[in-house]
Nanobody, 124 residues
Framework: VQLQASGGGLVQAGASLRVSCVASGRTISTYRMGWFRQAPAKEREFVAAISWSGSNTYYADSVKGRFTISRDNAKNTVSLQMNSLKPEDTAVYYC??????????????????WGQGTLVTVSS
């Protein structure tokens, strides 16, 4: 599975942004999908994840209530809608695919495939 993330950019605090990830090579319908982010000089951290059907979603406490993850298996895409952005949300955002046999959404080491990342910069 090849994952291509897009939609990053420079926005002001309080603004909204939507990043998306398109998969190619095979369908993502059999994978759980996640978003991670990595700020300069920091470790990659979990942001959000979604079950293969989309019926279950999981969020980091820092983004709960502001970010929404969604997926469209027919279009082989997963998206992250980010509202009320804060300067501390500035990071490179990565999408990743998790095999269905794994239930550890929060650990990046569990994810099989990764996109190249898209930069989100939030100015104060």
């Amino acid at each position: 599975v090849q994952l291509q993330a897009s939609g990053g950019g420079l926005v002001q605090a309080g603004a909204s942004l939507r990043v998306s990830c398109v998969a190619s090579g095979r369908t993502i319908s059999t994978y759980r999908m996640g978003w991670f982010r990595q700020a300069p000089a920091k470790e990659r951290e979990f942001v959000a994840a979604i079950s293969w059907s989309g019926s279950n979603t999981y969020y980091a406490d820092s983004v709960k209530g502001r970010f929404t993850i969604s997926r469209d298996n027919a279009k082989n895409t997963v998206s992250l809608q980010m509202n009320s952005l804060k300067p501390e949300d500035t990071a490179v955002y990565y999408c990743a695919a998790l095999p269905n046999y794994s239930t550890n959404y929060y650990s990046p080491s569990e994810y099989y495939y990764w996109g190249q990342g898209t930069l989100v910069t939030v100015s104060s």
